[in-house]
């Protein structure tokens, strides 16, 4: 596992996913930032396009770790979107099934996910791409680089 620095902490939070309602969600998330003295900007998603949209805001606006907050979905957007690029994905598993997050080991409540992306460890996930869709290989921790494989 390797060390990073969180800088600029962006949360990308799928309101859809999950059966928790949206402002006690934006609060839990907010409460486990603060007491690690971290302020992420907490951005609200409904949709995949918006999704797609704020995720690429987020990397212009320079944000180091973008965090997908979601379900398999959401984390596979954002990871796909992240692949190639020197930025961190940190996951807070709040989706329903929340399998890519079991796969890796990621703590599935809030708090001990948010502490984990703070310890700033994140670890290498091969990624591969066929058919227009990008896959992922596990090589543990909530935040993840992604480096695409080779073809």
Same mark, same amino acid.
């Given at each position: 596992?390797?060390?990073?620095?969180?800088?600029?902490?962006?949360?990308?939070?799928?309101?859809?996913?999950? $059966?928790? #309602?949206?402002?006690?969600?934006?609060?839990?998330?907010? /409460?486990?930032?603060?007491?690690?003295?971290?302020? %992420?900007? !907490?951005?609200? *998603?409904?949709?995949?396009?918006?999704?797609?949209?704020?995720?690429? *805001?987020?990397?212009? #606006?320079?944000? +180091?770790?973008?965090?997908?907050? @979601? @379900? /398999?979905?959401?984390?596979?957007?954002?990871?796909?979107?992240?692949?190639?690029? /020197?930025?961190?994905?940190?996951?807070? $598993? *709040?989706?329903?099934? &929340?399998?890519?997050?079991? /796969?890796? @080991? !990621? $703590?599935?409540?809030? %708090?001990?996910?948010?502490?984990?992306?703070?310890?700033?460890?994140?670890?290498?996930? =091969?990624?591969?791409?066929?058919?227009?869709? &990008?896959?992922? +290989?596990?090589?543990?921790? $909530?935040? !993840?680089?992604? =480096?695409?494989? &080779?073809?």
């Amino acid at each position: 596992m390797e060390k990073t620095n969180t800088g600029k902490v962006a949360v990308i939070l799928n309101v859809t996913s999950g $059966p928790t #309602e949206t402002s006690e969600r934006v609060r839990e998330i907010r /409460d486990a930032f603060a007491t690690l003295d971290l302020e %992420p900007k !907490i951005c609200l *998603v409904h949709s995949g396009m918006e999704l797609d949209h704020r995720v690429r *805001v987020a990397l212009e #606006e320079g944000y +180091q770790t973008i965090v997908a907050a @979601g @379900g /398999d979905g959401t984390v596979n957007a954002t990871a796909s979107l992240l692949a190639g690029t /020197d930025r961190v994905l940190g996951i807070l $598993p *709040v989706g329903t099934w &929340n399998h890519f997050a079991k /796969d890796f @080991g !990621i $703590p599935l409540t809030i %708090p001990e996910a948010v502490r984990t992306i703070a310890e700033r460890s994140y670890q290498i996930c =091969r990624c591969g791409h066929g058919k227009r869709k &990008n896959f992922y +290989q596990q090589q543990t921790a $909530p935040s !993840i680089k992604f =480096r695409r494989a &080779n073809r």
